[in-house]
């Protein structure tokens, strides 16, 4: 059974590559980072069809299916094509040649292992290359403002800047796929060819990418775009990952950073002097008020009246309105802030109100054009920022590749991921995707709010736990507004202590049936004209 599983296995030829392998990487120690992966399985279970290719291969993951092998024809178009726009002296195989001497820096950014030779490695990129910058060059020609490049009639119909084609959107969501990336490094080598200069190819390069990036991106950023660098990306799925989810900048301003925190710190200390001067009779009145002694006086008449028989039901729902405040400061006392700190909290305890239920609160949204560290709420207006986020027949395939390539890439924090989880908490239903469309923070390009709602709620799966601080403290904030407005905890009442609770229905019903006995004898022994003194006319 062994052997006739393994039937085209060569053993020899096996040997020859791993022997071959280790030779090279005694001669080239090179420490280049796998950037390529193969999707989490618990990712690909939920929608498969968001990270397998459809349309087109790119790179060595999907090139042998048989589905996606008709679109060599078009490959093969590209590649004759690039060579008629390579200098004469060159030919297509000297590409070939270069990428060959490329071979173990492309494994080397493969997760999977590639079982084939150099030489196919070498022409499978050079071919895909060529396709790939062919369909790419209308989005450096609208950077630029230029007209658009020529498009061989061969791929006419697959090429369209306004995205009206399905083969165009098709190809698209297969090139964003983290299974189908392409190392940067083979665009710029292939460009070079082209152009005979490295710098003139990373214009280029990088001019494709950004018109590529907004053409894919949810969100509007241009002030991000420009502090990416072409050189540092390892494939486009993490120039456009480094665009959404930027690192916050730490070494360049750290001098300014300490300057600002030492200002902040004096000018701190000053208002605090100041308000203790102002604040000194009412800091007294409070000491006071919450002293034990103060305490115990106002408790006494509870205690006292919730130890009655059939009294006992009212003393929870007294607690909750009156001394729910001074358990929750309590509480940190008691608790280790450093444990909630350094926990990473589960998807299921992101516990948020959704939008409507905000909404109804007071709070207010307001869109932001950046990426998602401009997510923010604001206390004394009571505003959550959010940023503009534009859902198109792309995006899901797009979030979901982010989501997964941040699972296998990111030693830190899942920013990405925890900006899903977030949209997944407050979008609940269409009328939430509604509220945040007028809002301005969602531009809808799909059919209705309805699948805007469904977009977010499949965003549920995350592959490992993490804690992002400044979402948990926006989050934090948000849930501590929410449960503070009256209205909320009136209405929590009447739900846990009225709705909720059969003892004291029963109760109430109870007393006034009493009532109603005792007022009947009343009435029976004193007679009803007689205790209001009626007298007949």
């Given at each position: 059974m062994f052997s006739s599983s393994n039937s085209n296995f060569d053993e020899h030829r096996w040997v020859i590559q791993m022997r071959r392998s280790l030779d090279e990487e005694l001669e080239e120690d090179t420490d280049i980072p796998v950037s390529i992966f193969n999707v989490p399985k618990s990712l690909l279970a939920s929608d498969p069809?968001?990270?397998?290719?459809?349309?087109?291969?790119?790179?060595?993951?999907?090139?042998?299916?048989?589905?996606?092998?008709?679109?060599?024809?078009?490959?093969?178009?590209?590649?004759?094509?690039?060579?008629?726009?390579?200098?004469?002296?060159?030919?297509?195989?000297?590409?070939?040649?270069?990428?060959?001497?490329l071979e173990l820096r492309i494994r080397a950014c493969y997760h999977k292992y590639l079982d084939f030779n150099g030489e196919t490695l070498a022409w499978m990129m050079a071919v895909d290359t060529s396709f790939l910058l062919e369909f790419l060059q209308i989005y450096g020609a609208v950077k630029e403002g230029k007209a658009l490049a020529r498009v061989s009639s061969r791929m006419s119909h697959l090429v369209d800047v306004a995205g009206r084609k399905s083969a165009h959107n098709s190809i698209l969501k297969d090139l964003v796929m983290l299974e189908n990336q392409i190392p940067l490094f083979l665009l710029r080598?292939?460009?070079?060819?082209?152009?005979?200069?490295?710098?003139?190819?990373?214009?280029?390069?990088?001019?494709?990418?950004?018109?590529?990036?907004?053409?894919?991106?949810?969100?509007?950023?241009?002030?991000?775009?420009?502090?990416?660098?072409?050189?540092?990306?390892s494939h486009f799925l993490d120039f456009l990952y480094r665009v959404i989810a930027p690192e916050p900048k730490q070494n360049s301003e750290a001098t300014e950073r300490d300057d600002e925190q030492v200002e902040a710190v004096e000018g701190q200390k000053q208002r605090k002097f100041?308000?203790?001067?102002?604040?000194?009779?009412?800091?007294?009145?409070?000491?006071?008020?919450i002293s034990k002694p103060v305490k115990v006086i106002l408790k006494l008449p509870l205690m006292i009246i919730s130890n009655l028989p059939g009294f006992k039901l009212l003393k929870k729902p007294v607690e909750y309105f009156f001394f729910t405040e001074e358990k929750e400061e309590i509480k940190p006392e008691n608790s280790s802030s450093n444990d909630s700190i350094s926990k990473p909290p589960l998807f299921e305890e992101i516990t948020i109100p959704s939008v409507t239920e905000l909404s109804e609160a007071g709070l207010r949204f307001l869109p932001t054009n950046g990426s998602i560290l401009t997510v923010g709420f604001d206390i004394p207006t009571s505003t959550l920022y959010l940023p503009a986020v534009s859902l198109e027949v792309n995006t899901e395939v797009v979030v979901r590749n982010l989501v997964a390539y941040e699972a296998c890439n990111a030693s830190g924090p899942l920013v990405f991921t925890r900006y899903t989880e977030l949209m997944n908490g407050i979008v609940d239903s269409e009328d939430d995707a509604r509220l945040l469309r007028e809002a301005g923070i969602i531009l809808n390009r799909l059919k209705s709010d309805g699948?805007?709602?469904?977009?977010?709620?499949?965003?549920?799966?995350?592959?490992?736990?993490?804690?992002?601080?400044?979402?948990?403290?926006?989050?934090?904030?948000?849930?501590?507004?929410?449960?503070?407005?009256?209205?909320?905890?009136?209405?929590?009442?009447?739900?846990?202590?009225?709705?909720?609770s059969w003892r004291?229905?029963?109760?109430?019903a109870a007393v006034l049936i009493l009532f109603l006995m005792s007022l009947q004898a009343f009435w029976s022994v004193y007679g009803c004209a007689r205790a209001f003194r009626f007298r007949a006319v």
């Open positions: 069809d968001s990270y397998t290719p459809q349309q087109v291969a790119l790179g060595p993951y999907h090139h042998w299916r048989p589905e996606l092998y008709e679109m060599e024809r078009y490959k093969i178009a590209a590649a004759k094509r690039t060579q008629k726009q390579l200098h004469q002296t060159i030919k297509f195989q000297h590409l070939v040649d270069q990428l060959t001497k080598k292939t460009l070079e060819f082209q152009f005979s200069s490295l710098e003139l190819a990373d214009n280029v390069l990088f001019s494709i990418l950004i018109g590529l990036c907004k053409e894919l991106s949810p969100f509007k950023m241009m002030d991000e775009l420009a502090n990416v660098r072409v050189s540092e990306c100041a308000l203790k001067l102002n604040k000194r009779p009412i800091l007294f009145l409070k000491r006071v008020i699948e805007v709602a469904e977009f977010w709620n499949g965003m549920s799966k995350s592959v490992r736990l993490t804690k992002v601080a400044f979402l948990d403290k926006v989050v934090e904030d948000v849930n501590r507004y929410y449960n503070g407005r009256w209205r909320i905890r009136i209405g929590r009442f009447m739900k846990m202590y009225v709705f909720g004291l229905l029963t109760l109430l």
